[in-house]
């Protein structure tokens, strides 16, 4: 099993432009959650889905952040337009059915630097 | 609404000694599930261990073992013998078993440092 994959690793762009943040979840799991780590504000969970559809986007900051999840094996987070303030390292993690039990299996996560 | 609190920013412990790792938590709920998940500084977030609130037996993995208070709502990670590659970031994590609140909350972490 190849895990949770994010791309990219790194991103570093300019403000005002916009970033798209990939994942492909574990097979077979059917809950996806994208997260924010910064270190005045830990960890923040986003939005998270089940089988496909947003669940609770109660998370996302503001307009600027939208995620979709189109299929079971693939999510995107995107911020437009960038600003400095949403530099931080992104994570997707996923988790499987009845998945209350376990824990999420984390993605390597994406290191965003706006400047 | 469930929180996790971690009131230990960061600890030091000396190569081969044991180390315990503080959490707390609230909740009105009666069954849950804890973690405490490892982040090194490569960044990978590491499941490390897990307990399920109905159990009253302690959860034990290899070095690492928890003390779960269900009463006092205390959560704490012991890590024994500990070693280098245990320097990181250490977060404790409730999650919910009602599939309405089904996600993950954090603690802020604690962060690790093993001394020589």
Known sequence: DAGV???PRHEVTEMGQEVTLRCKPISGHDYLFWYRQTMMRGLELLIYFNNNVPIDDSGMPEDRFSAKMPNASFS???IQPSEPR?????FCASSPPGGFAYGYTFGSGTRLTVV | AQTVTQSQPEMSVQEAETVTLSCTYDTSESDYYLFWYKQPPSRQMILVIRQEAYKQQN?????FSVNFQKAAKSFSLKISDS???????????????YL?????????GTRLH???
Not at chain 2, 85 to 94: H, L, N, P, R, V
């Open chain 2, 114 to 116: 093993i001394l020589p």
């Open chain 2, 59 to 63: 959860a034990t993995e290899n070095r």
């Open chain 1, 86 to 90: 949403d530099s931080a390292v992104y």
């Open chain 2, 83 to 97: 070693q280098l590659g245990d320097a990181a970031m250490y977060f404790c994590a409730y999650r919910s078993v």
């Open chain 2, 100 to 108: 309405r609140d089904d996600k993950i909350i954090f603690g802020k």
């Open chain 1, 5 to 7: 994959i994010q791309s």
């Open chain 1, 76 to 78: 995107t987070l995107k």
